[in-house]
């Protein structure tokens, strides 16, 4: 006699077939309660947080500096942090290991003869005895062990690199590293610190972490967005010329891409749009072809001063078109010039969007 | 209130292809189909006209203003009511699945179709590659304007653009959608006519395989909707559990939902693979033609999908379908695939035409797939490490960068691998679908079947097609890798993958139980 089974009992096939869907039913349920708990819209606390990309930064630094008459050699930088660990998760889970990217970094620092001034209060018994995979001690005597004495680290130093966000650094104010620092330039490996602050207080800020959630949820690009929505028309037409010599530091280049998307239909132009937006290898290629072709030094308009939030609506700066520039933008009739300073932290004074008028008034060359 | 429009403007450009699908298929009493697998097929097929429609418009050099909009909302109520009105039989015919299987699918497709909706158009491609160009459509009304047109011109200043020359599918739905939201461009709701590809692709298989059998469409349409990578890819294998996959789901460039092309290439594919499929069975040339505009849907979403016509082409040429006598497909049968390509490249045609015109970047593979590169790559030639970011950034030479990477054959071979025995990603699918070659290189009768013929051909020439295509990619190997390349390219193949699955499990079964 057959027996036949019961509507509605799954067989051990049909169970099968369930299981395979298990994985992504569960992935939809926690993507839709993810979205729910953002409220439907991403921001960057919706992505992870900056990541610090150790080889990156220590290569980086030492481009730097080699690029300087002073070179590599008997530089000293105060380093804080050491530990790739989310500050968020507390001290007690904070750890440290020889492949950490933060050792890595100061080891390669050390071996290019940088002196270091290491603030890891809540790591440094741990990092002293740290051992390398041959048994020997990772940092030597060129290290100096700062304790909590992050402030003190500073005096007299070449350069600050944060590689872990602990509140305690966050907390101390850009004037007081002006005023500690010898050199100017602060390297933030966390998009932690506060850019414009540290610029305004006449310090370099460079940041070079890899961003965990994409440029254009960045809060002052947003903003910047909003004020060009309601400053112009969606029939202006916008020329985008770099306000300083082209860097490729950014770990968010091409965000005039962005940029175009966000504001069309409005038309916005730029120099070799082709090669700009290509992947992000031919960006950088874009960067020295605009350096090659406009040699700063030549180009007849002044570097910024300190970046202020006053700029957004004070357009007073003197800006200069060249020839080439000047007759794109005739021939395009533009509205206004959107001149940008080439840092990667999106602060809004990072644009000036200066009408054509104002522009054309200083035009020389 | 934007809101209430955005939603107003999206649903009607939801269901204005809904009804233009519809109308073409057979009347259900000529085709038996279950109101899952109509729904599914009729939008897939509709989506796939109204973009081919609206890309021909756009090639002759016509502009999108308010009367077209109207003329396309009136005929698709005519549409629509000669879809239901010439229906004597109302009946459905289902497919029996069992409440718990409804419930899966069920599950699966109103996730997809909400998470879709629930982040704004968020990532780099869906936003710059797609969007961009559906905004420019909306605001302009035409692709032929300056946005896409000049990325250079004799001053060295342009507009900006990403990849002028993708296929205009994606932002014809999404301007159409703005449109019909009473002119209100939302980044949120204009996704709505793309959130229907992953809830869809299950019932086009179903659809595909009924005149199989009913249990090989339930499998098929069940193990399609549970493929891992219709939803999010790689996020399982390469993140873990505590990865990015589970940390920011459904956020970032590991998503394969939301307003990107590779989905609606597989789902329009696969579509266009069920009607073949059951144009030949049925011998109906209104199917074959549907087939037809469906491969060109593929073909309007992503560049790739021309690929995969092509590959059709060849693989319904190769097998001998259109001359060789068969007794299980008859001459109208014959006619009806013949019909299918022809239908097929015309409906392409506009789109060469309007591609011709548009500026490139770096991305021609037809000049870069040819027997010179193939061999040299195969030969073991060397990855293109002079487009190594490390090398352009002057961090590396090419000379450390070659060193620490094998020839590029190797990287291609070690990515499929992966990707073959990559169950986090892929479910059981590539098991399975080995199994089912295995089992047609054991019993080769099995191919005297021609569209069976036609269907592993798709499959074998489909996965061959992107193995070539990495091999001889212009681009730095490793950088795409790391892009979720090859996964993207062979998510367009879940289609015929599982319908070759299905057709194995419903002769297995026979042969089980004569």
Known sequence: MAISRPQGIPSILGLAQVAFALLPLLWLGTALTHAASAGFEPTPASFPRPSFEGADASQYLLDFWRGTRRGVANRTIAFWGLSDDDPADGVASASLSADGHGVRVARALMEAGVQLRIVSPHLEEQARALKDASGKLVFDDRVTWMGQNAIDSLTGVDGLLLVSEWPEFLAISPTQIAQQMRGRGVFDGREALDATALDAAGLNYYSFAKPGSPPWLDPDFQNYIAHLRESTEEDDAILMLPGTRLGTTSGRARWFLHMNYQLTPRELYLWRPELACGTSGQYRQWVDAYNKAHPWKKMGRPQPGPRELSKLVGNTPARFLNAAESNAAAARKVDSVLFWTHNSDFRVSDWENIPIEKVGAGAQR | MSAFYGIIGGLVAVIIPLA?????????????????????????????????ALTAFYSLGFESTAFVRFAILAGAMVAWRHAFRRESVRVYEPLGFQSYQVWVLALLA?????????????????????????????????????????????????????????????????????????????????????????????????????????????????????????????????????????????????????????????????????????????????????????????????????????????????????????????????????????????????????????????????????????????????????????????????????????????????????????????????????????????????????????????????????????????????????????????LHLVGPIVLLIGWWIASAKEVKAP
């Not at chain 2, 000529?30 to 081919?52: Q, W």
């Not at chain 2, 059981?428 to 019993?443: D, E, K």
């Not at chain 2, 990495?470 to 090859?486: A, D, H, S």
Request: proline share 6%.
């Open chain 2, 20 to 52: 233009f699908g519809l109308a073409l298929l057979p009347k259900r009493c000529d085709l038996p189909r279950s109101r899952y697998e109509e729904y599914s097929i009729g939008y897939l097929l509709g989506a796939s006209i109204f973009t081919i």
């Open chain 2, 110 to 490: 109103l996730g997809s179709i909400a998470l879709t909706l629930s982040w704004p158009i968020n990532q780099f491609d869906p936003m710059l590659h797609f969007a961009y160009k559906g905004k420019v459509l909306f605001f302009h009304g035409t692709p032929f304007g300056e946005a896409l047109s000049s990325l250079q011109s004799g001053d060295g200043f342009g507009r900006m653009a990403t990849h002028p020359n993708y296929p205009l599918g994606i932002p014809i739905l999404e301007a159409f959608s703005g449109h019909f939201a009473l002119s209100n461009w939302s980044d949120r709701w204009v996704q709505i006519p793309l959130a229907f590809w992953a809830a869809c692709l299950p019932g086009a298989i179903a659809f595909g395989l009924r005149f199989l059998s009913k249990s090989a469409a339930r499998w098929g349409a069940l193990l399609t909707a549970s493929v891992p990578m219709l939803y999010l890819r790689d996020g399982f294998s390469s993140d873990g559990l505590g990865g990015t996959a589970w940390g920011t789901p459904g956020l970032g460039n590991g998503v394969t939902l939301g307003a990107g092309a590779d989905l609606p290439v597989a789902a329009c594919f696969a579509a266009g693979m069920a009607l073949l499929l059951r144009a030949g069975a049925a011998r109906s040339l209104r199917l074959g033609a549907a087939a037809g505009f469906a491969f060109a849907g593929a073909a309007m979403m992503k560049n790739e999908g021309l690929a995969l016509f092509g590959v059709v082409v060849v693989a319904v040429l190769i097998s001998g379908v259109l001359f060789l006598p068969s007794p299980s497909l008859e001459k109208r049968g014959r006619q009806a695939i013949g019909l299918a390509l022809l239908t097929g490249l015309l409906a392409i045609s506009p789109w060469l035409h309007l591609r011709g015109q548009m500026p490139a970047i770096d991305e021609n593979y037809s000049e870069q797939l040819t027997l010179e590169n193939t061999l040299h790559f195969l030969g073991g030639g060397d990855e293109l490490a002079e487009l190594s970011p490390k090398v352009i950034a002057q961090q590396k030479t090419k000379e450390e960068v070659l060193a620490e990477l094998p020839p590029r054959r190797a990287i291609v071979g070690k990515a499929f691998m992966s990707t073959f025995f990559d169950f986090a990603t892929w479910g059981p699918m590539w098991v399975l679908m080995f199994a089912a070659l295995g089992a047609l290189a054991i019993r080769p009768r099995s191919l005297a079947d021609p569209l069976r013929r036609v269907l592993a051909a798709t499959v074998f020439g489909g996965v061959l097609l992107y193995a070539l295509i990495l091999l001889v990619t212009p681009w730095y190997l490793p950088l795409l890798l790391e892009k979720g390349i090859p996964e993207r390219l062979l």
